[in-house]
């Protein structure tokens, strides 16, 4: 392991560990619902991360790129994977899991490679970009579902789950 990508795999850890903490305890119908129609739900977030986290696998482990426009096999893929919230989040652990001991594996150099096949396509992206790509991913989902969750609460008459108090968002002030 190179060193230098230590404080990155630090980050990659922290982020997926408290992201599983704060999917415990959901009833399938706090897994499925939707503030309105159109919206998604943390079922639908977690099976899309879990198609995006086979991708940075694979542009990680065995250089290939991202997609960047969905061919018929990104599509049979996509397509194959299921609504179901206990598996997709299980095999998004294995993926997640695996990412990060390929990221233990890389050298600064070899992650800069694979960003360059990874990201050939899209606009000019940072050397090591690969590295954070999925980080920034699952970040972004988190605070979707934390946010989720605590709609679903409110709806039902209860505190968030999360800062159920926070004077700085307090109703007075808004």
């Known amino acids: 392991m190179d060193q230098v990508l230590q404080p990155l795999i630090d980050m990659n850890e922290f982020a997926w560990e ?8 959901m009833t399938t119908e706090e897994v499925n619902w939707r503030l309105v129609p159109e919206s998604n739900s943390i079922n639908v977030i977690v099976r899309h991360l879990r198609i995006e986290a086979q991708w940075h696998l694979a542009s990680l482990a065995h250089g290939e790129p991202m997609p960047i426009e969905i061919s018929a096999t990104d599509q049979q893929l996509i397509d194959s994977v299921p609504l179901d919230f206990d598996r997709n989040l299980k095999e998004l652990e294995e993926l997640y899991t695996r990412f990060i001991t390929a990221l233990r594996v890389t050298t600064v150099a070899g992650l800069q490679e694979r960003t ?10 940072p050397a090591h970009f690969l590295g954070f790509h999925q980080l920034l991913h699952l970040t972004m989902h988190w605070g979707q579902i934390r946010t989720i969750r605590n709609l679903y609460r409110k709806t039902r008459g209860e505190p968030g789950r999360f800062f159920p108090y926070n004077p700085t968002i307090s109703a007075k002030t808004l």
């Not at 408290?18 to 305890?25: A, S, T």
């Not at 360059?116 to 992206?125: D, E, L, M, S």
């Open 18 to 25: 408290h992201f599983k903490d704060d999917l415990k305890d």
């Open 116 to 125: 360059a096949i990874a990201y050939a396509a899209w606009a000019r992206q």
